[in-house]
């Protein structure tokens, strides 16, 4: 239930340099094995109460961070903090303490659901092994979570598989307020629904956060739907943040050449393609990372300085509140 | 390629190790006095007094593995006492004649199971489906020494057609002739199983092929039947075939052991039986050394082959 | 809910296992040989050991020795009965045996990952590394011969096999959200692995265990028939054919039983053990392994072929009622029920919907690709130019399809063949339809890969698809449609598999290309920002049929069906993230199950009566304009209540 709220300025996850490497380290022959750098010097923060989306396209490491705000897998370098606590650590020492704290929506509805459980089951778990409730309670609890995501009680009876995307969505959705966590951690929580279902989750999404206070971590490639749900936006290319700012900011003047793309590329019903076809598409070799801007190959606005030098994230324009990596922001009106 | 192929190689070396600690580890788990029973009941003391001294029972296990690889590594396989001859010199001479009639098995069982499976996925549900699906079963289902002597009952006692054992015909034979008379029956019997085998996966993996999407676009790009068939659908199910073909080479050396044994095929496996039987354990380890080696090469050789056809393996 | 109906009517796991002949056949000789075997005791039989050399070598039924008596005069019946029990009862120890640790193994390897893994594998790998046989000699070797030690070491060289196995299964399900969700849930490691994945292990265990009992048996009668495994008096049936073979000649009955008796055994229970498998995996439930035909079933009535009109010979492709049914067991659902559609020379139709609308099949039924079974073309007809596909021939198909009718597909990786090279099914496509030398065909899928702007085009050519990123595939699919200059492209959503700045990249080529060559494109897509991209007109589909037509513009502008206005305004616009999504109610109806009249009324906020009932058609609302609405909003109005 809503806890209090207090006037606090203090972020609820703060993160610091956050990076996840996989693979490397070395073979049984001292050779280096080759390493890629899913997530690299991440610095984020989440303020109570907000909705920060984060937005990029396959492989630009956002699942990867969300898993660690999770708690689901830890950076090989850098830190999180959640409330001023170090997240992994927090995580080692009691997973259940930070489960009630954190939750997570999982990308393919049908999949994060036991096939051989049924709907009871499924949410009773964090019922009884994070609040370790009586079953009378149990009943309770579950009748408001049913409620709060428009199922109907006698769905608890059924198997997974007899749900279809978007109900199941909305159960994955129960399971995550089941324990009346501060923060829930949205891995792409639409895109594997139809359009029309899909509104519905988003709706039901809004109605959640206001009635019970929550603070949203929203992860998507779609920017339409970031745009809806988001009051900041972080954009993430080749496992770093590209530009962090306001939603409205980012979306009415993107200050990184990449986000201009992005923004160009989305289809939109009446707007014809904007997007060069000379325009290659390829990220660059994870096994061989370029020294400078990731995106300068792509970009139109690259010079010797972007290919040899990683620009710094930092405030564009007047907003500080607006931050980008990039030594040539592109102009307002401006097309990539 | 053949980069891969050294790599591969390279990674055979800890699988020979391995290999060799197994049978060590084995061979160590004998119960009571290890060279007593190595040699059986009726040694001599300085006999055995020598083997003790052999295998280094006064050193720590690690110590005597090395030992006894050391000497593996020089031919050293030592003696089987109950024929009185070096036991590589005995599993050497017998391996060829396992070869053989292994390797004449394989080929059979390769072309016939890769055969009937594609054909009775081509013609799934149809007569030969049904034929195919119906000997499969058979057999799968019957044990390969029972066919041995079913076979011998029919083709040799009451035909007449086929020598009924050996290798060669004791008078007269010897030539290629008298070899491939004597071989029909057990390569016959041998493949029976490994074919059933075969031949059900490749339909499985016949079938499962063509539900993909890429056969979807064979089709729409207007190639033929035949074609979408036998050179889109037969290749991928070929790949996912080949390590089967690999296992079921295990198989037909390991059913050597029955075949041999019922035909009276001097190979390897008839050697292991009676080795056992007379409780001539260096004997034995040598000869599962030689033929688990064997099948170490020729796993080696089907995933070599595999990787050929497929480029997403050669990395 | 029609889930719970379906439950209700899907027949018991024991009953799918009758249903199938050989398995119940094989059941019940399992069956009547267990029982035979348990009771054999109290039957009144001879003592399966007593001799009595005066009786040797019977013939089978002779007087008081049904089957006949051995070389030492002992009644063979009583004997294949106690050897039957023996039998059965090392095969299933050593399963069970095997079972357990190798599951236990394979749990643990894939639950845990990592080194854990590493180390257990490798060292199943290397038990692997012998042939099988060969490893459980040696343990008898060193053991010494009898069942016991012979049932241990068919059960540990069966190990591996089952490890194996599971580790696979685990290692997919330890990946799957589940798992991550029931440790968000609470759950500590132990108590996922045993209780959230464990579950989903088992049928994978039971699956294993009845397709390796069979063999176990084999495996140690082939142990006991070497002298290796059941010792004097004991006897398994192995050891019976074993004494058999000494008098094979003679008396071949002595041999010939216990042969019969274990095939007999080992066939039963293969053929109940592949009914067991066929009812607990999935993949086989659903019918999918059979095989699919080259081209969709047709069995539609005659008299139910529309007669060619004007607006039919204007058209390049003409789709007239048409109907596609699939078949699933004795229900056949019509996933397209009587679709509509004209595409005119150079236009790029655009045919929307959401999953289960039936637009794909739509599109696929045009070429005969929807797969049979399950699918059949019930109805209606495709017109080619005039020219009726669905009375052409095969090969007449054969020839249209990749050459004045090409496809490209969803997913440009599963799309393309993994084993050839992007040169090689280029230069396939080009000469299937081309009388081209390979040298010729080779510089021409050349110009097609720079047609569609692949840079190192002759490079590229000697590239296998998984070396190429998603884009470079889906150009390189595009470059096959264009291969025989394709008069007409259907396109099954080529774009949805891509990142967003890769479909804007694939959107600009086709457009390009598709004034360069004068194709038409059939596209189909759920998403309406990608239509207003590319198409010139728009058919929208809801359940099976369509329910509006127009030009994009102005369906976009002013939709005139309820569902083509509440689809358009429910997904969120880039540069209106302040707006409120306006949601639709309900779910899609599934085909299966339409209501009367219109398919949408359910969840339509200006449903009447009268829309509950009845056919509803597709009429002309403006000029180049219809809906399948009887109230069809006007320019500008809301989807809200009718006044």
């Not at chain 1, 279809?164 to 895109?191: F, H, N, T, Y």
């Not at chain 3, 993949?283 to 699919?292: D, E």
């Amino acid at each position: 239930m809503p806890d209090t709220a207090m006037p606090d300025t203090s972020p609820l996850v703060e993160m610091q340099q956050v990076e996840r490497r996989f693979g490397g380290g070395k073979s049984l022959f001292g050779k280096p094995r080759p390493a890629v750098h899913a997530v690299q010097s991440v610095s984020l923060e989440v303020q109570p109460g907000e909705t920060l989306g984060i937005v990029g396209e396959s492989g630009c490491g956002k699942s990867t961070l969300a898993r660690m705000l999770a708690g689901l897998d830890s950076p090989t370098d850098g830190a999180i903090h959640f409330q001023g606590e170090d997240l992994a650590e927090a995580v080692r020492r009691d997973f259940k303490a930070m489960a009630r704290q954190i939750q997570y929506v999982f990308q393919d509805p049908i999949s994060s659901l036991n096939p051989r459980k049924t709907i009871r089951t499924i949410l009773e778990t964090p019922l009884i092994h994070l609040l370790g409730l009586k079953r009378a309670e149990r009943e309770a609890r579950l009748a408001e979570l049913m409620d709060a995501v428009n199922l109907r009680p006698e769905f608890l009876q059924r198997y997974p598989h007899e749900f279809s995307g978007g109900q199941a969505q909305r159960i994955g959705i129960a399971r995550a307020l089941a324990a009346s966590p501060k923060l829930i951690v949205l891995d792409e929580p639409v895109s594997a629904l139809d359009v029309s279902v899909q509104a519905q989750v988003l709706n039901l999404l809004d109605d959640l956060k206001q009635r019970f206070g929550l603070t949203y971590v929203f992860i998507s490639h779609d920017l339409a739907v970031v745009e809806s749900v988001s009051d900041r936006v972080a954009v993430m290319y080749f496992g770093r943040l590209a530009e962090v700012g306001p939603a409205k900011r980012i979306f009415a003047q993107p200050a990184h050449h990449y986000t201009r793309l992005l923004l160009d590329s989305a289809p939109v019903p009446g707007k014809p393609v904007l997007v060069p076809e000379s325009e290659s598409g390829e990220l660059p070799d994870p096994f061989n990372p370029p020294p400078g801007c990731a995106f300068a190959a792509r970009c139109p606005a690259a010079d010797e300085r972007c290919r040899s030098e990683r620009p710094p994230l930092e405030a564009k324009g007047a907003e500080p509140e607006h931050l980008a990596a990039c030594f040539h922001p592109p102009r307002v009106g401006e097309r990539a | 390629m053949g980069g891969y192929i050294l790599k591969r190689l390279i990674a055979l070396v800890p699988v020979l190790l391995g290999l060799t600690l197994i049978v060590f580890l084995i061979m160590a788990m004998i119960p009571g006095d290890p060279a007593t029973a190595i040699l059986g009941s009726y040694a001599t003391p300085e006999n055995v007094e020598r083997l003790n001294r052999q295998l280094g029972l006064d050193r720590s296990l690690p110590e005597q593995y090395l030992v006894w690889l050391g000497n593996l590594l020089q031919g050293e396989f030592g003696r089987s006492y109950s024929l009185n001859r070096p036991v590589i010199d005995e599993v050497l001479e017998r391996f060829s004649a396992t070869l053989i009639l292994a390797g004449t098995a394989l080929l059979l069982c390769s072309v016939f199971g890769l055969l009937a499976g594609i054909v009775s996925a081509v013609r799934q549900f149809g007569w030969t489906d049904r034929i195919v699906t119906f000997f499969v079963l058979i057999g799968i289902s019957t044990p390969s020494f029972f066919l041995g002597l079913l076979l011998i009952l029919v083709f040799a006692v009451n035909l007449k057609l086929l020598p009924a054992s050996g290798m060669y015909a004791i008078y007269g034979g010897g030539d290629l002739p008298d070899l491939l008379r004597h071989l029909l029956l057990p390569a016959v019997t041998l493949a029976a199983v490994a074919t059933g085998v075969i031949s059900r996966l490749t339909r499985t993996a016949m079938l499962e092929v063509l539900r993909q999407d890429f056969i979807r676009t064979a089709r729409a790009k207007g190639l033929s039947e035949r074609r979408v068939v036998y050179r889109h659908a037969a290749k991928s199910a070929l790949v996912a075939v080949i390590p089967v073909i690999g296992i079921q080479a295990g198989f037909v050396l390991g059913g050597a052991v029955y075949i041999e044994t019922v035909f009276q095929w001097p190979g390897i496996g008839a050697m292991l039986v009676k080795a056992i039987s007379t409780r001539d354990l260096l004997l034995v380890q040598g000869g599962v050394l030689v033929v688990a080696a064997s099948y170490v090469l020729f796993n080696l050789a089907a995933d070599v082959v595999q990787s050929t056809l497929d480029p997403r393996l050669r990395r | 809910m029609t889930g719970q109906r379906k439950d209700n009517r899907r027949p018991s796991a024991f009953a799918l296992l009758l249903n199938n002949r050989m398995a119940a056949g094989g059941f019940f000789i399992l069956v009547a040989l267990l029982l035979l075997a348990l009771i054999a005791p109290l039957l009144p039989l001879h003592d399966p050991n007593a001799t009595d050399p005066s009786n040797r070598l019977l013939r089978p039924l002779t007087e008081g020795h049904l089957l006949g008596t051995d070389a030492l005069g002992r009644d063979i019946l009583s004997r294949i009965l106690s050897g039957l029990r023996v039998s059965i009862a090392v095969g299933l120890s050593a399963t069970i045996i095997a079972a357990f640790f190798g599951s236990l193994i394979g749990l643990l390897a894939g639950f845990a990952g990592g080194r854990v893994d590493n180390l257990m594998m490798r060292g199943i790998d290397m038990l692997m590394a012998f042939p099988y046989i060969l490893l459980a000699l040696a343990i008898v070797a060193v053991l010494g011969p009898g069942l016991i030690n012979a049932l241990y070491a068919i059960a540990l060289v069966n190990i591996p096999f089952f490890a194996r196995n599971i580790r696979g299964v685990t290692l997919g399900l330890a990946r799957r959200e589940f798992v991550d969700a029931a440790r968000l849930a609470g759950k500590s490691p132990a108590r996922v692995l045993f209780t959230e994945i464990l579950p989903n292990v088992l049928p994978v265990i039971v699956i294993t265990m009845s397709t390796t009992v069979g063999w176990m048996i084999l495996e140690t009668a082939g142990l006991s028939f070497l002298g290796l495994g059941a010792q004097p008096p004991q006897a398994d049936l192995g050891s019976m054919l074993g004494d058999g073979r000494g008098v094979l000649f003679n008396a071949p009955h002595v041999a010939i039983i216990p042969g019969l008796a274990i095939f007999l055994l080992v066939m039963s229970i293969n053929l109940f053990g592949d009914g067991v498998r066929d009812v607990l995996d999935p993949r086989l439930k659903s019918g999918a392994l059979t095989r699919p035909v080259a081209r969709t079933a047709i069995e539609r009535d005659p008299a139910s072929v529309p007669a060619e009109d004007a607006e039919d010979r204007k058209a390049v492709l003409s789709v007239r009622g048409l109907r596609t049914a699939f078949r699933m067991g004795r229900r056949q659902v019509e996933a397209v029920g009587g679709v509509d559609l004209r595409l005119g020379q150079t236009e790029c139709l655009g045919l929307v919907g959401e999953s289960g609308s039936g637009k794909s099949v739509t599109a696929m039924s045009i070429m005969g690709l929807v797969p049979t079974p399950p699918g059949r073309i019930v109805g209606g007809a495709i017109l080619l130019k005039g020219e009726d596909l669905l009375a052409a021939s095969d090969e007449r198909i054969r020839g249209l399809r990749g050459g004045p009718v090409s496809h490209v597909f969803q997913d440009p990786l599963s799309s393309l063949h993994p084993l050839f090279t992007v040169g090689d099914q280029l230069i396939e496509a080009i000469r299937a339809h081309q009388p081209l030398s390979r040298a010729k065909a080779q510089a021409r899928a050349r110009e097609l890969l720079e047609l569609v702007r692949i840079p190192n085009a002759g490079r590229r050519l000697s590239a296998y698809p998984h070396e190429l990123s998603g884009g470079m595939r889906q150009r390189v699919c595009i470059a096959m449609a264009l291969a025989n200059d394709a008069e007409v492209i259907i396109a099954d959503e080529p774009t949805t598999a891509l990142d967003v700045t890769v479909q804007a990249q694939i959107l600009t080529l086709m457009n390009k290309l598709r004034h360069d060559k004068q194709t038409s494109i059939l596209f189909i897509t759920h998403d309406f920002g990608v239509v207003s991209a590319l198409c010139d007109r728009v058919a929208v589909m809801y359940a099976g049929r369509i329910v509006e037509t127009g030009r994009t513009e102005e369906v976009l502008d002013a939709p005139a069906h309820p569902y083509t206005r509440k689809l358009i305004d429910c997904v969120p616009v880039l540069g209106q993230g302040e707006r409120r999504l306006d949601a639709i109610e309900g779910l899609p109806p599934s085909v299966d199950n339409l209501p009367p009249g219109c398919a949408f009324a359910p969840r339509c906020p200006r449903a009447q009566e009268s829309c509950r009932r009845g056919e509803i058609t597709l009429q002309e609302v403006a000029p180049g304009r219809a809906a399948r609405c009887l109230f069809p909003l006007e320019a500008g109005e809301e989807a809200a209540a009718h006044a």
